[in-house]
């Protein structure tokens, strides 16, 4: 079965210092990987992909992901934080392999960006 | 081009009553997700719509059902609601394998 883990629930960084967010996979087969955000009482904003191809993946608001095969992670990072930036989270997977479309979110890591 | 809608936004109910959600995905987009969101529980997989027919069924008991129209809009129909129902009731549409979700804004559900 597939499945994402997010092991920090909340991550604290100060506004311009680089972020990460980490994220570990679970599939059987080939995955397809997505970074999505939140903002309070907001659906879920994509942020980036990973289908194939280069492993460093650029996204929106300056966000990047670096997938990593060996390591079976896809951890968000952004150069310089901002404030507007804090918000939740969440990695999610597909597994090709299964032929079920659903994407498996991780349980979402609470960003805050101090001024 | 129109997000993906969802009504209505927020919803009240008493336990033991029947609530009714609806979504409008992407034009173009044939496939419709619905996922609970309640608090701190992350997002759980409810129900996967495609081409009008049920593909795919989360860990919930059978009074969570709903339905695809031909038009591909969807509706969620919860049945002898529990308090532990209330949750954000979020709906994503999609385009195919390849592309990731296009998520609306939710629907609140506060069962009192």
């Known amino acids: 079965a597939q499945s994402v883990a997010q092991p920090e629930d909340q991550v604290n960084v100060a506004e311009g210092n680089p972020l990460t967010v980490k994220c570990t996979y679970s599939?059987?087969?080939?995955?397809?990987l997505f970074w999505y955000v939140q903002y309070p009482n907001r659906g879920l904003q994509f942020l980036l992909k990973?289908?194939?191809?280069?492993?460093l993946v650029k996204g929106s608001y300056g966000f990047e992901a670096e997938f990593n095969k060996s390591q079976t992670s896809f951890h968000l990072k952004k150069p310089s934080a901002l404030v507007s930036d804090s918000a939740l989270y969440f990695c999610?997977?597909?597994?090709?392999?299964?032929?079920?479309?659903?994407?498996?979110f991780g349980t979402g890591t609470r960003l805050l960006v101090s001024p | 081009e129109a997000g993906v809608t969802q009504s209505p936004t927020h919803l009240i109910k008493t336990r033991g009553q029947q609530a009714t959600l609806r979504c409008s995905p992407i034009?173009?987009?044939?496939?419709v997700y619905w996922y609970q969101q309640a608090l701190g529980l992350g997002l759980q997989f409810l129900l996967w719509?495609?081409?009008?027919?049920?593909?795919n069924r989360g860990n919930f008991p059978p009074r969570f059902s709903g339905r695809q129209f031909p038009n591909y809009s969807s509706e969620l129909n919860v049945n002898a609601l529990e308090l532990e129902d209330s949750a954000l009731y979020l709906c994503?549409?999609?385009?195919?394998?390849?592309?990731?979700?296009?998520f609306g804004s939710g629907t609140r559900l506060t069962v009192v």
């Open positions: 719509y495609d081409e009008g027919e049920e593909r």
């Open positions: 599939v059987s087969g080939n995955p397809y």
């Open positions: 999610a997977v597909r597994d090709m392999n299964t032929g079920f479309q659903k994407l498996v």
């Open positions: 994503a549409s999609s385009f195919g394998l390849n592309y990731g979700y296009t």
């Open positions: 034009s173009g987009h044939t496939s």
């Open positions: 990973y289908i194939t191809g280069d492993n």
